[in-house]
């Protein structure tokens, strides 16, 4: 599962892109990122950590909104800059799959 790695203020945050096969949907997740102690290969420094965060898009009906879900039990901070960049990759994965629909459907 591919991610990206962003710094903020001295903290890592982490977006992770995967399927979601129980909610026929693709997810961006946000996590506050957790250091690569030990990790033989020097270009990883982060792991994404739990989910603070999770984007829903769904791929197979257009007309179904994104939906979102919060799992920060502890009023998790999340920072403005980070949401801006959580919420644009979002917007991207959004418009991607709706691309892709159109693109399959030939009626």
Known sequence: M????R??????????????LPDDAWAVE?????PASGN????VTHFPGPALLAALVPDEDPNLEPTFRVF??????V????????????????ERCRIAFRQADPG
């Open 2 to 5: 591919p991610w990206e790695l």
């Open 72 to 77: 920060s039990p502890d009023g998790h901070v």
């Open 40 to 43: 033989p290969d020097a270009t």
């Open 30 to 34: 946000l996590s506050e990122a957790r």
């Open 79 to 94: 920072p403005y800059e980070i949401m801006l960049w959580f919420m644009d990759q979002v917007a991207a994965e959004v």
């Open 7 to 20: 710094e903020h203020a001295g903290r890592h945050y982490a977006l992770l892109f995967h399927y979601a």
